[in-house]
């Protein structure tokens, strides 16, 4: 029987971790990988579910991927993910060609799932409380990054959000397996790891606790950054900041999700901190490691947000002078508490304060940006930039991306880089020019 798999991934870096582990295990069961989906005999989409859109997207795609089985009957058409958790039978009864849909927890036993499908349409959707898939090697791809999941669902249940209900209850990898997995990275040539979980620093594994696993990955020989994300304002422990400072590889960069700066919101959202408290968190982190970068997560538009709510979010982002901001409009999610709430902010002026913050997160950007000419900055390589195969670039010690002229570095190679000029979404070094390096690769402001 053809065993040729092509995995396609949409959303989040947790996915693309998950594709990694899906691809890990189906090469032990003797697939082989292949690049295009009309080379393959199985195709898995590996979907999200956060936005109405996402979802939508992946539709019109799984709408041309039947047309693989028309051609070719024995094709095995399936979908894994976040969507496929979700929307269970709905998406087979939507996309009556779909054999296969499994959920983020089904993965262990896709070799016999895929097998079943071949015979009649198969559904795996049950939610686990013990997977962690902590065992398992992934398939990573090649570059300077690795991604090890730590920890896997969420207990935390932001009334925008419907992660806990499709990815499950919270669960933490065992600390062994955690750090065979750096290793493993760290032998395959990996230089830097980013440990993901949905909220990364709520991480513990009996007595070790983030801040243990941020020391013990700190001393694997290889490995030169230590990165996390997302974690959670309220989970971010003195212990976990005493780490961030003390651990010589995590570098002085934090994601650090704030979402409105209105208390009122926050309430709402079920963040469980006020502004007042994530602002005495960005002193204290900030006390712990002088000159660290932060960056965060905003949804403008959220029912009920007001206009003075909306005049908090903007204060509070120019008080905290975030590096960089990845702001969202909100949009109603079904399954999440908020859904079931009438939506106070019409479009147009959703689009208004979108546009506002993104403008002046662009203006904080290049400002924290420029004060960074003439300074050294520390950069991993990753490689050639799209635009000009001469300019390299990779990021520095505060996630800024740096683009330098290339004369002869290779990827993964730790490089100072002397900072000549600054755009809001990167930094140059000497005879970089401005122009030549496109906003669009770096889509964070
Ligand atoms: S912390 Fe909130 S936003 Fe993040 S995954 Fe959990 S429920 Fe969703």
Redesign the pocket.
């Known amino acids: 029987m053809e065993r040729r798999l092509y995995i396609e991934t949409y959303g989040c870096q947790m996915n693309v971790a998950d594709s990694e582990l899906m691809q890990g295990l189906l090469d032990r069961a003797g697939y082989t990988r292949v690049e295009r989906a009309d080379e393959a005999d199985v195709i898995l989409v590996n979907t999200c579910a956060i936005r109405e859109h996402a979802e939508q997207r992946i539709y019109g795609r799984l709408g041309e991927l039947t047309r693989h089985k028309l051609r070719r009957p024995g094709v095995v058409l399936g979908v894994a993910g976040c969507m496929a958790q979700h929307l269970r039978a709905k998406l087979i009864e939507r996309v009556p060609q779909l054999d296969l849909v499994v959920g983020p927890d089904g993965y262990r036993h896709l070799p016999e799932l895929i097998d079943e499908a071949r015979e009649e349409p198969t559904l795996a959707v049950r939610l686990s409380r013990v997977e962690t898939y902590g065992d398992l090697v992934p398939a990573r791809a090649d570059g300077v990054r690795a991604w090890v999941s730590i920890m896997r669902g969420?207990?935390?249940?932001?009334t925008?959000?419907?992660?806990?209900y499709v990815?499950g209850r919270e669960r933490s990898l065992p600390v062994g397996d955690v750090l065979r997995q750096v290793e493993h990275a760290a032998a395959e040539g990996f230089r830097e790891i980013v440990f993901l979980g949905?909220?990364v620093n709520a991480y513990r594994d009996g007595d070790v606790d983030f801040a243990e696993l941020l020391a013990r990955a700190n001393r694997v020989e290889g490995i030169v950054r230590i990165r996390f994300t997302?974690p959670?304002p309220s989970d971010m422990s003195d212990r976990a900041i005493e780490a961030l400072a003390a651990c010589e590889k995590v570098p002085p960069h934090v994601h650090l999700?704030l979402?409105s700066g209105s208390n009122s919101v926050l309430e709402r959202?079920?963040?469980t901190y006020t502004m007042e408290e994530y602002t005495a968190l960005v002193g204290r982190i900030r006390r712990a490691v002088p000159g660290v970068a932060l960056s965060t997560d905003i949804i403008v538009g959220f029912p009920g947000e007001t206009a003075e709510d909306f005049e908090a979010t903007r204060v509070a982002m120019r008080r905290i002078g975030f590096e960089s901001a990845f702001v969202f409009k909100y949009s109603p999610r079904s399954g999440a508490r908020s859904a079931e709430w009438p939506e106070t902010v019409d479009e147009e002026e959703k689009t208004r304060r979108i546009t506002l913050l993104i403008e002046e997160q662009k203006g904080t950007s290049l400002l924290k940006n420029q004060a960074d000419i003439g300074s050294i900055a520390q950069v991993l390589v990753e490689g050639p930039t799209r635009r000009n195969p001469l300019e390299w670039f990779g990021k520095s010690a505060h996630f800024k991306t740096t683009v330098f002229p290339h004369r002869g570095e290779s990827v993964g190679d730790l490089i100072p880089v002397r900072v000549a000029s600054a755009t809001p979404h990167a930094l140059l070094g000497e005879g970089v020019r401005a122009a030549s390096f496109a906003a669009t690769e770096d889509a964070t402001v």
Do not use: A, E, G, L
Request: aromatic residues 10%; proline residues 10%.
């Open positions: 969420c207990d935390k249940f932001c925008f959000c419907i992660v806990p990815r949905q909220t997302s959670h999700p979402q959202m079920r963040r």
